[in-house]
């Protein structure tokens, strides 16, 4: 079909058209008369791109996503956009705090730490693939809030955005790849906060937690050490995933790091570390399921 007849299909003017066939978002055929021939592929991929721009999904930020048979694309732009949005948030608070005479030098604090915040999480957002690069930089993003006041903070912060520029990818064969993008494709950011809000509450109470989950605790372990398990996708994943973190230098570097820049992250660390030697006492099997 032509022009005229794609763009009352798609809604699109026939120079946003034009525009985006420049940019390569679409390839229609040439005819022998010049005229370009959209076929329903172009047209579908027309109505995508009529949804993401009204989205505010910018050219290539869709360019990407076009080009990316998963969701992780999108998920990581819709994570992106929850981060920003928590920025905006706070800056117009910064703003509002201004109107009541608020001291600048302090204002100025605290617009550091959105920005070193900001620095951080995009990185890990990058640095790390798929479902897991979104869930540990919305894990992290909440103890980020702390102005960087000591030089020992701001070695921290140093050391942190080191580690994560020469930090090396996490390469998982293509079945694993297909595993966790059919696993986590329908994962938004309120299920990843959901589970971090989980978390987080059971090492504030771990006695409770312990109380409350004693049947699906005995059932999880229990599937840890069955031959399913061990022969599962997750697995590889898991065990992956921890060969990584030992020899990258996330154990070693990074959080300790982290302990030293943020204190929130440090007294939570400190939460977690006594909610695991409770949960040793009452299950002492899981230090075999860890070796």
């Known amino acids: 079909m032509l022009i005229n007849e794609a763009s ?4 699109l003017t026939k120079k946003a058209i034009e525009y985006y066939i420049e940019q390569k978002l679409i390839n229609p055929t040439i005819l022998e008369n ?17 949804v993401f721009r009204k989205l505010g999904l910018s050219t290539e930020e869709i360019k990407s996503v076009l080009a990316d048979t998963t969701n992780n694309t999108l998920q990581k ?10 920025r905006d948030q706070e ?8 109107i009541f005479g608020e001291d600048f030098s302090d204002l100025c604090k605290e617009l550091r730490a959105i920005d ?4 951080v999480t995009e990185k890990l957002l990058e640095t790390f693939p798929g479902y897991y690069g979104q869930f540990i930089c919305l894990h992290f993003a909440r103890f980020l809030n702390e102005p960087i006041t000591t030089s020992v903070q701001q070695s921290a912060y140093e050391e942190i955005i080191a580690f994560l520029d020469n930090i090396p990818s996490l390469q998982l064969s293509e079945d694993l790849q297909l595993f966790i993008m059919e696993n986590t494709k329908h994962i938004n950011t309120e ?11 059971s090492i504030e109470n771990p006695d409770k937690f312990l109380s409350e989950n004693k049947e699906v605790i005995e059932r999880y372990l229990a599937y840890k050490q069955s031959k399913e398990y061990k022969n599962s996708p997750i697995y590889k994943f898991e ?5 990584f973190n030992s020899t990258s230098g996330y154990y ?16 939570y660390y400190k939460q977690m570390e006594l909610a695991n030697e409770k949960l040793l006492l009452q299950y002492p099997e899981i230090n075999k399921l860890n070796n």
């Open 77 to 86: 732009i819709s994570v992106k956009r929850e981060l920003i949005m928590q």
């Open 8 to 11: 009352k299909l798609t809604n």
């Open 34 to 50: 010049g005229y370009r021939d959209f076929s329903e592929n172009d047209i579908e991929c027309l109505k995508k791109i009529y």
């Open 252 to 267: 070693d570097v990074f959080l300790p790091a982290m302990r030293k820049l943020s204190a929130s992250y440090s007294e």
């Open 91 to 98: 800056k117009k608070t910064i703003l509002d705090h201004l």
């Open 116 to 119: 070193q915040r900001s620095t």
């Open 191 to 201: 299920s990843i906060r959901d589970v971090i809000e989980n978390t987080k509450q």
């Open 239 to 243: 065990t992956t995933l921890k060969e």
